[in-house]
């Protein structure tokens, strides 16, 4: 079955950092190329998740959500659902699936290690 995935980011006043997610969601594509992946934003820049689950929408009935944010705060926890609520209501045949913020995987923990061997080697 194809996966249909929508994966969120903040949105920023500066372009560079937005280009910087695309980016990241094209290598996300390129990874799974028989997936249908794309990228919204919560605010500040385009497309806001509603603009982006319209489009998911036409192509599928089931919609992974992968917010990538570090925790479950605000965001994750009440606006991104309410977004994800509203839309349902709109769509009730839709089925939307959110996942978990990145949190303090331990992945996350080797990253950091990395950044430190970069600086201190």
Known sequence: MKKHILVISHGSREASANQDFKKLVQKYRR???????T???LELAEPTIPQALEVLAKKSKE????PLFLFAAKH???HIPEILKTFKKKH???TLKLGRPLGS????LAI??????????
């Open 31 to 37: 990874k799974h190329p028989n997936w249908i992946i």
């Open 39 to 41: 990228h919204s934003f």
């Open 63 to 66: 919609i992974y959500v992968l």
């Open 76 to 78: 994750v926890k009440n």
């Open 92 to 94: 009730p045949q839709v």
């Open 105 to 108: 995987d331990p992945k996350l």
């Open 112 to 121: 950091l290690d990395q950044r430190l061997q970069q600086l201190a080697p």
